[in-house]
């Protein structure tokens, strides 16, 4: 049984440009979340995928987007690259009745030069 | 959401028992106290979960005193393999499963 997959590995960007991450969640979970972790600091909560629509969102501006797909797989956007972007961005499945378990994946590695 | 207060970081040896203690004294009736361990460039993964007294799974215990303001999660006999990052969540898990995270505890166990 597969777990949560990420991709790609790593990127790198440029200010200004747009990227796209991609994730498949743990086999049998509905909801995706997702989070940023910089370096030395502890994840930080993005928004939230269940039935296609974003349940929750935290404190991240508008250039954050994403997506899930019927297949419950994500994808988050982020626009208009900032160097403060730069970071490990981590993808995390789970059940929506499940309280406080969430499976991630390895992350996506982004640098923005 | 309750914030959590936990040591930077904390040092031990190989065969060890490893105490990590976590305050949260605003904690509401219906937060439940989760635990998750971190590898460098890799994802968090759940250790273990609990509400009160205690818990015990087949890699941690959870002690949680009766007035639930802080929580302490007992790593027993300590491998260098459990050199990792440890965060003390505390939430309903009622809004959506949102994990809020803090800085967490840096362990490093010495041979």
């Known amino acids: 049984d597969a777990g949560v997959t990420q991709s790609p590995t790593h990127l790198i960007k440029t200010r200004g440009q747009q990227v796209t991450l991609r994730c498949s969640p743990k086999?049998?979970?509905?909801?995706v979340s997702w989070y940023q972790q910089a370096l030395g600091q502890g994840p930080q909560f993005i928004f939230q995928?269940?039935?296609?629509?974003?349940?929750q969102r935290g404190n991240f501006p508008d250039r954050f987007s994403g997506h899930q797909f019927p297949n419950y797989s994500s994808e988050l956007n982020v626009n208009a690259l900032l160097l403060g972007d730069s970071a490990l961005y981590l993808c995390?499945?789970?059940?929506?009745?499940?309280?406080?378990?969430?499976?991630f994946g390895p992350g996506t590695r982004l640098t923005v030069t | 959401l309750a914030k959590t207060t936990q040591p930077i970081s904390m040092d031990s040896y190989e065969g060890q028992e490893v105490n990590i203690t976590c305050s949260h004294n605003?904690?509401?009736?219906?937060?439940?106290i989760t635990w998750y361990q971190q590898f460098p460039s890799q994802g968090p993964r759940f250790i273990i979960q609990g509400y009160k007294t205690k818990v015990t799974n087949e890699v941690a215990s959870l002690f949680i005193p009766a007035d639930r303001k802080s929580s302490t999660l007992s790593l027993p006999r300590v491998s260098l393999s459990d050199t990792a990052v440890y965060y003390c969540?505390?939430?309903?898990?009622?809004?959506?499963?949102?994990?809020?995270f803090g800085g967490g505890t840096r362990v490093l166990v010495k041979p």
């Open positions: 605003n904690i509401a009736t219906n937060d439940y």
């Open positions: 969540l505390v939430g309903d898990g009622a809004a959506g499963n949102k994990l809020t």
């Open positions: 995390a499945s789970s059940l929506v009745s499940a309280r406080g378990e969430q499976y």
């Open positions: 995928y269940y039935e296609e629509e974003e349940r």
């Open positions: 086999s049998g979970h509905d909801t």
